[in-house]
């Protein structure tokens, strides 16, 4: 399996709680290494660039509310087959529906407030890295 890279962020909902850090070791335990990461408070329109893919979803304006309301932390993740890794160890969208041990079973407050984003496709993880990170801000 080849080494790749993902892009995560923890949402506000675990930075107000204070879980950066014990979100950043589940991500480390499952395999991933941090190769970049920074807290930011996204703009509007960073985060309206950001889901443009969900514009027409009905919670739209509460996804983009919500990812601006507090900072975030942004990180590159690297390791096997990255972007599945990240999702397993994410959990499914709801954390009602989430496996036990996964960050939002154990984190998460509700489908919108949970914890975690991770990119859902190696080509979609090249384009949100760009989005927010320069390439000599990745050390690997
Ligand atoms: P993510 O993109 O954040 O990693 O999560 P995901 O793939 O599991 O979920 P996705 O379908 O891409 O949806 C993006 C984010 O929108 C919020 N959402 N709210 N209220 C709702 O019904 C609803 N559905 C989705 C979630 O915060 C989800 O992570
Ligand atoms: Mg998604």
Redesign the pocket.
Same mark, same amino acid.
């Given at each position: 399996m080849a080494v790749t890279r993902t892009f995560s $962020?923890i949402?506000p909902d675990a930075t107000r709680r204070n879980l950066t850090g014990a979100v950043t070791k589940m991500l480390e335990e499952a395999g991933l290494r941090v190769v970049a990461s920074k807290r930011i408070h996204m703009t509007r329109e960073q985060a309206e660039g950001f889901?443009a893919v =969900?514009k027409e979803?009905?919670?739209f304006g509460?996804?983009v509310d919500?990812m601006i309301s507090e900072p975030v932390v942004v990180q590159v993740l690297e390791g096997e087959d990255a972007v599945q890794k990240n999702r397993d160890v994410?959990g499914?969208?709801n954390p009602a529906d989430a496996a036990e041990g996964t960050i939002r079973k154990t984190h998460a407050l509700s $489908? /919108?407030?949970?914890s975690? =984003? /991770?990119?859902?496709s190696d080509e979609n993880a090249a384009i949100e890295i760009r989005h927010f990170f320069n390439d000599d801000e990745i050390v690997g």
């Open positions: $962020i949402k889901y =969900h979803r009905p919670f509460e996804l919500f994410m499914a969208t $489908i /919108g407030e949970n975690v =984003h /991770g990119s859902d």
